[in-house]
């Protein structure tokens, strides 16, 4: 992994989210990287995320591709932004407008979990992200993406 997580990135005042806020001591503190064109981020899952004993549930996995989805989607636009010549303090926060998962396999307890991000679409407004989630090797879920730009008002509400 190389330079900054995405997360890590966003303003403190944006930085409570339960998925990957740094500022969220009891969240799951998911941190997305580039890797190359993808993005990725890793995840050990603990006891506590239990559906059946020895499997993990999918609000779990749903959560960590939500969080890395909006993630890629915020270092996307930055991305784009910056080869156009803008300078930015600070990267474009994106909400999720629409995910779609398919669950391909029960996931496993006691395995790192790997999501990968490919980024799709990169339009001002909106980022389309697909991300896999694999265990030990083994593709888990599969994810569609619509990211947006946060709307205006939702910072507001946290100042």
Known sequence: MQGIAFQDAYPDDLSHCYGCGRNNEQGHQLKS???????????????????????????????????????????????????????????????????????????????????IGEIKEVKPRKVVVEITLSAGGKLCARSHMVAVKMPETMAAVSA
């Open 33 to 115: 990287y580039w890797r190359g064109e993808q993005t990725i981020a890793h995840f050990m899952p603990k006891p506590f995320h239990t559906a059946i004993p020895g499997f993990i549930y999918g609000g779990l996995i749903a959560s960590l591709i939500d969080c890395h989805g909006t993630g890629s989607a915020s270092a996307a636009a930055q991305r784009a932004l910056e080869q156009a010549g803008e300078q930015l303090d600070e990267p474009p926060r994106f909400v999720t407008a629409a995910l779609n998962i398919d669950y391909l396999a029960p996931t496993p307890m006691g395995v790192e979990l790997e999501l």
